[in-house]
């Protein structure tokens, strides 16, 4: 716990000495009411507001739900905020703390307190998109496929606000339990301790109505926002038929939806190449600006 601790301290030490000073780096914003944990986001924005109020972008970090932080969007967001953007990046329950649906209860109530405090972040409510990695995407994804689903709202406050969002970018996000492991993989997650028994409160072949209910999959309709899926054809912890699977069901829907397919990337070890991040960019551009 202490090496953790230390090495979130070391990282933010870092980020401090990077933020350019046309940027402001904003921490532990909370955003939740009535919690044992209050839940936190960081804001990174421009120093100096524009006339017109900002597109947001918020990333969502991996960790198989079970770990991870918020600190860890720091680096992907930079880029989005020098071009002006409102970025937050945000931390949800994790699994050991509470099962599905709390984190995307969390990630719902993240999206409605911007909304809340759009004036005081000088944010333009109609214009929020949403980026994850792995658990993270997994999330976006739900973001982007449950604008119409009340029961997974939660009850973190900010209730009279939308959590609807307008873009989603999901880099090699699980999307349907049920059908994971129909793939070559390193990791079984149909086992008791897998990443998503975890997740649900059981293993996914004991639990296949709860797996359901996690499924991005499940809840795609025609009225889903535009979806840009990135994945590795040599994934072997959430394999490429997850991202093949939302993608065919996004586009049978009639859902503007692009898949880009990573050769050799892993498991999200090879995603900063210039091509991805120009066509990163352009997606988001092109549906928030």
């Not at 202490?2 to 030490?13: A, I, P, S």
């Not at 093949?244 to 999200?268: D, K, S, T």
Request: proline content about 6%; some cysteine; charged content about 25%.
């Amino acid at each position: 716990m202490f090496f953790k601790f230390w090495r979130v301290k070391q990282l933010l030490k870092m980020f401090r000495l990077q933020i350019p000073k046309s940027l402001v780096y904003i921490q532990d914003v909370e955003f939740t009411k009535g919690r044992e944990r209050p839940l936190k986001m960081d804001i990174l924005r421009s120093r100096t507001l524009p006339a017109q109020p900002m597109p947001g972008l918020v990333w969502i970090h991996g960790g198989a739900w079970r770990e991870g932080n918020k600190e860890e969007g720091f680096k992907p967001l930079l880029p989005f905020a020098r071009q002006g953007y409102l970025c937050a990046s945000i931390e949800y329950r994790l699994s050991h703390e509470a099962i599905f649906p709390a984190q995307i209860e969390d990630c719902k109530c993240a999206i409605r307190f911007l909304r809340a405090h759009a004036k005081e972040f000088h944010l333009d409510c109609d214009r929020i998109g949403v980026w994850g990695r792995s658990a993270g995407g997994h999330l976006a994804a739900l973001l982007g496929t449950t604008h119409h689903v009340k029961e997974l709202e939660g009850d973190g406050g900010w209730e009279n606000f939308s959590s609807r969002v307008q873009a989603v970018c999901d880099w090699f996000g699980p999307t349907d339990f049920l059908k994971i492991d129909d793939f070559p993989r390193k990791v079984k997650h149909s086992a008791a301790d897998a990443p998503e028994a975890l997740l649900i409160g059981g293993p996914v072949w004991q639990h296949q109505e709860k797996a359901v209910k996690a499924n991005p999959i499940a809840y795609v309709t025609k009225d889903a926002p535009p979806f840009l899926i990135v994945h590795a054809d040599d994934d072997l912890i959430v394999p490429l038929n997850q991202s093949q699977l939302l993608f065919e069901a996004l586009q049978q829907a009639g859902v503007e939806v692009a898949l880009e397919i990573v050769r050799g990337g892993g498991h999200g070890k090879n995603f900063d190449s210039p091509s991805l991040l120009k066509n990163l960019k352009n997606f988001f551009a092109r549906h928030l600006y």
